[in-house]
């Protein structure tokens, strides 16, 4: 999918708040959201700015490389998740299948088994556009429960 | 001063403002204090008082936003005085009660006592600076900074008090989430 569109499914599911910290893979859909995606300085502060935006009646999509979910597992366990305050994550799936740079590949072959074992509803979209459409209407039905969801975005989701 | 009595002093100043508490005692404080629906209590996710008042600020630009953060917390989070200095929102007043210690957890010493995060958060270009000594008269400079425009960063100096005792938030979180969204 290329971000153009995927820039415009978040707007039409209702996303109104972006933030995050970058990684290569998200440079597209970054550009492509301009001056709405505010630069956060690490991804735990990140998903703090997006429980805010939710609590002042925004609906938010946090951005990010897998590397950040270990900051981020703590604001997840003891804010989003016990306050029902739900957001759309797009990790970026850094170390698929063992073949990245070495700081990636514990994460990378570990990630999905940890939003797993917190209970985090999530996706690994394969490389057709109809997978990430599916995973973006499946997170929109755990969101509406209030729910965190976490999209695994691998090098050939985004083009 | 000791922090129950500035917290004290603090809520009975504002009105219909939005207040984002800490975690540890200055939610238990807040919450005993008064106990309102626009009262945020964090109960965990130590250092993102701040991230969440400003993104609450972002989002409703049109409402006054408090944080009451603390300085382990904020020592947590630094980075967030950057943005907040960047995003500059008006609505957004950011006071830190600095007691130099981790209170809850045993009163374990912070680095507080060795920097001045005032002066960290003027270094970031944060709008509106004050400094007040544990005693000093904080009612005006907070008036002051409830009515004029932020972002404000107000650094209060306090003391911890050893036979703190008060008793734990005992609203649900959902709950604490939905009325402060709701409010």
Redesign the interface.
Same mark, same amino acid.
């Given at each position: 999918m290329d971000a153009a569109t995927l820039k415009k499914k978040l707007k039409g599911l209702g996303f109104d708040f972006f933030t995050g910290v970058p990684c290569s893979l998200l440079g597209g859909i970054i550009e492509a959201l301009g001056d709405e995606y505010i630069p956060a300085v690490r991804e735990d502060t990140a998903l703090g700015i997006a429980a805010g935006a939710y609590l002042g009646g925004k609906k938010p999509c946090v951005l990010m490389q897998n590397s950040g979910l270990g900051y981020s597992l703590n604001v997840l366990t003891s804010l989003n998740m016990i306050y029902d305050i739900p957001l759309l994550m797009l990790v970026t799936f850094r170390g698929f299948e063992g073949k990245d740079a070495p700081e990636h590949l514990i994460m990378g072959k570990h990630c999905v088994g940890l939003v797993e074992a917190f209970g985090i509803p999530n996706k690994v979209p394969s490389g057709g556009k109809d997978d990430l459409d599916a995973a973006l209407i499946e997170a929109g039905m755990e969101i509406a429960k209030g729910k965190p969801y976490c999209i695994f975005i691998k090098e050939d989701t985004l083009e | 001063m000791i922090m129950r009595e500035a917290i004290t002093k603090l809520i009975s100043l504002v009105k219909d403002e939005y207040v984002?508490c800490a975690n540890g005692f200055i939610s238990r404080d807040t919450f005993n204090a008064e106990d309102r629906p626009r009262n #945020?209590y964090? *109960?965990? +996710?130590?250092?993102?008082? +701040? +991230? @969440?008042? *400003? &993104? #609450?600020?972002?989002?409703?630009p049109d !409402?006054k936003v408090v944080v009451f953060d603390g300085d382990g917390n904020l020592l947590m989070?630094l &980075? @967030?005085l950057?943005?907040i200095s960047k @995003?500059k929102p008006r609505n957004l007043v950011h006071v830190v009660l600095d007691n130099e210690c981790y209170d809850s957890t045993g009163g374990q010493p912070t680095i507080s006592s060795h920097i001045d995060l005032a002066q960290v958060a003027e270094g970031c270009g944060i709008k509106n600076i004050i400094r007040k000594e544990s005693g000093e008269d904080i009612a005006p400079a907070f008036k002051d900074c409830l009515q004029k425009e932020g972002p404000s960063f107000i650094l209060l100096k306090v003391e911890r008090d050893p036979q703190e005792r008060v008793p734990r938030v005992n609203i649900a979180?959902?709950e @604490?989430? !939905?009325r #402060?969204?709701n409010g």
């Open positions: - | 984002v #945020f964090m *109960l965990g +996710s130590m250092g993102q008082a +701040s +991230s @969440i008042g *400003l &993104g #609450f600020a972002m989002a409703r !409402k989070n &980075g @967030i950057t943005m @995003i979180p959902p @604490i989430a !939905k #402060f969204r």
